[in-house]
């Protein structure tokens, strides 16, 4: 294939067509085809750079033109999504303080209903006493189960506000690792370049590592003349 320098994006969609036919259409099964397969793959590479050349100012113009108008916009962005944060801070805090209030009085609530039903047991157990005293055993038994089943529901809180419309909050719970040794292994990543890494080193010969199967790829390689 003729080699065909890049003057008009006419001439490129020509030349990366008939690139991608001679492609499509190459075999490689003997040693003519080898090399004329090495020769297209040479070529290719010097076409690659040659189109990313043509392309690259325009790239370059646009890519100044981004920031310019990025940073613009960040002029005015930036300060708003720092206010959004500020004040979803705010909400935030007041609501977990709501959220403090009303656990402190549901405590309040189950403590005073732990209180009464202990009373009321203690009260039908000083009534049973008095039963089986007078000889009553079946009464006395009747109370004792009365005071094993007794149960205080705490009152109702309401500690809250209306929310404005639009307006949620939710928790998420953010881990902290205190100690990495101690995490269940399906929390923990496989470094995989690391792997990639130690196996290339080796050249043909890769360590024997548990839980790894090596898999041999060719990589072609070609160099622009």
């Known amino acids: 294939m003729e080699p065909r320098n890049i003057t008009n994006e006419e001439v490129m969609e020509l030349t990366v067509q008939e690139h991608r036919d001679f492609a499509t259409t190459c075999n490689v099964t003997n040693e003519v085809e080898l090399h004329n397969a090495g020769e297209f793959l040479v070529d290719l590479k010097r076409l690659i750079r040659e189109v990313e050349a043509w392309f690259q100012p325009m790239i370059d113009d646009a890519y100044k033109a981004h920031k310019t108008i990025c940073a613009k916009k960040n002029l005015y962005v930036d300060p708003l999504k720092a206010s959004e944060a500020e004040i979803k ?133 070609g160099r622009t003349r």
């Open 89 to 221: 801070r705010k909400i935030g805090n007041f609501q977990m303080e709501l959220d403090r209030i009303r656990e402190e009085e549901e405590r309040k609530a189950r403590e005073k209903a732990d209180r009464e039903a202990e009373a009321e047991r203690k009260r039908l157990m000083a009534k049973a006493e008095k039963q089986e005293a007078k000889g009553n055993a079946e009464g006395a038994q009747e109370l004792l189960q009365a005071a094993a089943e007794v149960y205080v529901a705490p009152a109702p809180v309401a500690v809250g506000i209306q929310k404005p419309n639009g307006i949620g909050v939710r928790y998420e719970f953010i881990p902290e690792v205190t100690d990495k040794r101690s995490v269940p292994d399906d929390y923990k990543m496989v470094d995989l370049g690391a792997l990639k890494r130690v196996g290339n080193a080796t050249k043909d010969n890769p360590p024997s590592i548990p839980g790894v199967k090596w898999i041999k790829r060719p990589v072609v390689s």
